[in-house]
């Protein structure tokens, strides 16, 4: 059942349609939860639809990648047809769905040619005007805050009292009548990041309305893992040379001087209220003393007798005091950091400016403290970055397992930065300053580079110290090499590691093939013997360079709280029902329509 809605979100897979191409996608999303399908929606989906619900707007979410992956028999285009909202919402928030949310908004436009068509997210905002200028996209909401911006744009479609003029929508790119491209002012930037409500409530309510959890899932093995995040900001004060969140880009893209922080108390009340609804992890995003020293501390007093898991992060190394302060408050914390490289002239180049010896010491202080567990990210793909120095930093895990990781609390990984450089970083905006070479600028570029045979050919950049092929092979080297030093050290069990190193076996050489046939074929010879090598790519696609099991914390006892959910449920009902009662006035609801099914 999906009932009707004024606005439906889709979340489109990265390619679609990726079950009908052979594309070996290589470690491209190891170190998230998602697969190289990127099925995770954004998290603005549901700040968007809290708030577009609490203004009277229906809203439903539909993730097709999610079941596109789970479910080979199901068809996103059926389910397409089948709705009939006002508006439909996609997000080309990653630029990795630049393929998908294009097909995705091409497919709905063929069923519903008259509904209009809203984009949104980071991406969007970057290439909103050459976005614009599809045939299928009517509107792109620009910046990092849509709440406020899509209910006046939903306010103007639903024809509500009140409603805004089209030109007074702020952040708003749009097309009139003559098809001529407009771009309201980008006016809506709120300073802080306690008008939006993270309320998975919103998600769980809308399944049960719809008698549909498939749709809403977030990512593929969720329901074995629910972890969930808890926001402190938009933005970042960070100045990494790669990241489209950093200050920098954000300042390009968004005109954020600083960024927006969560009220710390909220913020507090925010993990609490997600943690009665899973066994799973919060996942407290930014690291927490951005705001200054008096937030930390007014956050874990709000915090303190906490005793569910917690992910922290820290942007550089942690005074002793301040991770004791952690430690009481949320006992049960694991901490993630990323040092990029073993070398600080590489760490120097990406944007982070400390030595190794005072993150060592944080290591060894967050151990003390009692850490659950320390997981510490390294990357290939970097400025200064040889293919030698990335085997090197590889040595360097080991060392550091060595020192610090003997009853098996410390977890290095490393990654590629892949399958893009983000646009509006600064080594996007400013390749030759930061040693990359670009291979695609503009979103048509890289929606094509993304079906491209192999991740080689779809990474958007190559550096002066590694091309894509040395890149590639330093890659899967040191992903095998610290798989092995993982396995020696207990790490990992020996059977789990031993399927990583043969699946890495299977990468390395499906790649090679893969070269191979892009010069000694024809184009329909090619596409016989991509078909014919799909079952082994499929194979080598999940979880390349480690496992992405390696990544969870210790979860036990039933992962979904149903019973607490199902109470908070009723409590928000009987709060909806007495705030009918009392409220003067509520926008009408839209003229009904039959339900839609799904
Ligand atoms: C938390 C986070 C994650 C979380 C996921 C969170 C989630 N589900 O949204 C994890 C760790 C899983 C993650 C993964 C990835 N991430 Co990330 N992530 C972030 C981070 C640190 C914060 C994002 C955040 O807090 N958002 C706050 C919420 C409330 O807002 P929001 O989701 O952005 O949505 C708002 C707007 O963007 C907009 N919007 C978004 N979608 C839509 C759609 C419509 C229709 C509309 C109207 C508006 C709209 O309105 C929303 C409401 O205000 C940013 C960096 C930063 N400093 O911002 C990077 C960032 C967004 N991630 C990035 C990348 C590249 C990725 C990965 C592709 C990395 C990879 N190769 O694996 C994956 C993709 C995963 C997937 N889709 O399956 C880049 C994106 C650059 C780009 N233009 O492509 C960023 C900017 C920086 C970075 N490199 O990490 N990420
Ligand atoms: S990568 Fe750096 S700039 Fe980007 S969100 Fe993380 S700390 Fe901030």
């Known amino acids: 059942m999906f009932s009707r809605a004024d606005l439906v979100f889709l979340h489109a897979p990265s390619v679609y349609d990726f079950r009908k191409h052979s594309i070996l ?3 491209v999303s190891d170190l998230v939860p998602s697969t190289p399908v990127f099925e995770m929606y954004p998290i603005g989906f549901t700040t968007m639809a809290e708030y577009l619900e609490r203004h009277g707007h229906r809203v439903r979410i539909a993730n097709l990648a ?15 047809k089948r709705l009939n909202p006002v508006a439909f919402g996609i997000d080309l928030h990653w630029m990795p769905h630049a393929h998908g949310a294009l097909a995705v908004a091409e497919m709905v436009k063929k069923h519903h040619p008259d509904t209009p068509i809203i984009f949104g997210g980071f991406s969007s905002t970057y290439f909103h005007e050459e976005l614009i200028r599809y045939p299928f996209v009517d509107y792109v909401i620009r910046g990092d805050s849509a709440e406020e911006p899509i209910r006046q744009l939903m306010d103007y479609l639903t024809g509500a009292a009140k409603a805004p003029a089209i030109v007074d929508i702020p952040n708003l790119t749009w097309k009139d009548k003559a098809g001529e491209v407009r771009v309201n002012p980008h006016t809506y930037r709120p300073d802080t990041l306690d008008n939006v409500m993270l309320d998975y409530r919103y998600v769980v309510r809308a399944a049960v309305r719809d008698m549909d959890m498939s749709n809403y899932v977030p990512f593929k093995d969720w ?3 629910p972890i969930m995040a808890a926001l402190s900001c938009r933005g970042c004060t960070q100045a990494c040379v790669i990241c489209g969140g950093s200050g920098a880009a954000f300042k390009k893209m968004h005109g954020r001087e600083k960024p927006a922080f969560r009220d710390p108390e909220m913020l507090a009340a925010d993990v609490r209220r997600i943690s009665k609804m899973s066994a799973g992890p919060v996942f407290i995003l930014g690291d927490l003393r951005q ?21 922290t992060e820290l942007f550089s190394p942690a005074s002793r005091e301040f991770l004791e302060d952690m430690a009481r408050a949320l006992p049960n914390f694991t901490l993630e950091v990323s040092l990029e490289s073993h070398d600080p002239v590489v760490r120097h180049a990406f944007g982070k400016h400390y030595g190794n010896e005072p993150m060592e010491r944080t290591l060894q202080d967050a151990l003390d403290v009692g850490a659950k567990r320390l997981d510490v990210f390294f990357m290939s793909g970097l400025p200064q970055q040889t293919a030698q120095s990335v085997l090197q930093t590889v040595e360097y895990c080991e060392e550091l397992i060595k020192r610090f990781g003997k009853d098996g609390r410390v977890a290095p990984f490393i990654s590629p930065l892949a399958p893009f450089l983000d646009p509006g970083s600064r080594g996007y905006e400013e390749p030759e300053v930061h040693g990359y070479k670009l291979f695609a600028r503009t979103l048509e570029e890289h929606r094509r580079l993304l079906v491209a045979p192999s991740w080689k050919y779809v990474l958007n950049y190559e550096t002066k110290w590694m091309d894509r092929h040395q890149l590639v092979d330093a890659t899967y080297a040191a992903g095998k090499r610290l798989n092995q030093i993982k396995a020696a050290y207990g790490l990992v069990p020996q059977e789990q590691a031993a399927a990583t190193d043969q699946r890495i076996n299977w990468a390395v050489g499906l790649i090679k093939e893969i070269d191979r046939l892009m010069v000694t ?16 790519i499929e194979r080598a696609n999940m979880s390349t360079v ?23 449920i009723v409590q928000d009902a009987a709060q909806t029902v007495s705030r009918a009662l009392t409220a003067p006035f509520r926008r009408p609801a839209p003229a009904a329509v039959p339900a839609e099914t799904e």
């Open 25 to 27: 996608y290589g470690p």
């Open 66 to 80: 999610v079941r596109m992956l789970n479910d080979e028999k199901f068809d996103p285009e059926a389910l397409v």
């Open 291 to 311: 705001p200054g020293r008096d937030y930390a501390k007014r956050f874990f007093a709000a915090m303190k007798g906490f005793n569910e898991p917690v992910i």
């Open 546 to 568: 480690c496992d992405k099991r390696e990544l969870n914390v210790d979860v036990s006892g039933p992962k979904l709280n149903y019973g607490q959910v199902a109470h908070m």
């Open 223 to 225: 329901t074995d893992y």
């Open 521 to 536: 074929t024809t184009h329909d010879e090619f596409e016989r013997e991509m078909a014919r090598l799909r079952p082994q």
